[in-house]
Structure formats: structure tokens, C-alpha cells
Nanobody, 118 residues
Framework: QVQLVESGGGLVQPGGSLRLSCAAS????????MGWYRQAPGEQRELVAT???????AYADVVKGRFTISRDNAKNTVYLQMNSLKPEDTAVYYC????????????WGQGTQVTVSS
């Protein structure tokens, strides 16, 4: 099994920055894709960003230009650098791992809270 552990969440003022980390362990493949999702109270979980093994990235329009996803394959860790944070970014952020040509999700992290407020 694959285990994913997020860290780096917290309280930040609007316009501030945070960097989230997601460390993978267990039967993770270096070729697995990684992604970040978020879920606000009363809302469905939504995709934030994804990154493939080769570095190809994709972003939700609402975060494009502000957030950057990256990975360190040697550490089996994926990061989400969040800049110019807005109150509407407040959510629990989850990382996941996906495998194969269908990008089947194989694991979710437990989530880390990000709160953007003055």
C-alpha cells in the first residue's frame, strides 16, 4: 500500500504564501503521477494541480499563475507552492497518487488545513 502524509498547512494572511509538502512511502512508484486537491466546507473536493513523473503539470484555472506544483522523485515528495493567497483558497488540501494510463487514484493523504484570513 501507499501512504501519503501532507504537511505545511496553517494560517496565512491574504497575499501571503505557504508551501505544502506530501511525502509518499510504501509501494509508491517513481512513475506515479501526483496531485493536489482541496475541499472547502460544504463543497466537493476539487482538483488543484497535477504533475507527472516527467514534470508535465496542469492547474485549475483559479490557481494558475499563483500556485506551482513540483516533485522531488528522490525523496518521493510532491510540493505545492502557494503564492498570493486569497480567502477563497481556504480549504483542506489533500495530495494523491495516480497510476497507469487511466491515472487510477491509488492513495489519498489525510489532508492539511489552509486558512487564509486577516
Amino acid at each position: 500500500q501507499v501512504q501519503l502524509v501532507e504537511s505545511g498547512g496553517g494560517l496565512v494572511q491574504p497575499g501571503g504564501s505557504l508551501r505544502l509538502s506530501c511525502a509518499a512511502s510504501g509501494s509508491i512508484f517513481s512513475t506515479d503521477a501526483m496531485g493536489w486537491y482541496r475541499q472547502a466546507p460544504g463543497e466537493q473536493r476539487e482538483l488543484v494541480a497535477t504533475i507527472a513523473y516527467g514534470g508535465t503539470t496542469a492547474y485549475a484555472d483559479v490557481v494558475k499563475g499563483r500556485f506551482t506544483i513540483s516533485r522531488d522523485n528522490a525523496k518521493n515528495t510532491v510540493y505545492l507552492q502557494m503564492n498570493s493567497l486569497k480567502p477563497e483558497d481556504t480549504a483542506v488540501y489533500y495530495c494523491n497518487a495516480a497510476r497507469g494510463f487511466l491515472n487510477t487514484i491509488i492513495a489519498w493523504g489525510q489532508g492539511t488545513q489552509v486558512t487564509v484570513s486577516s
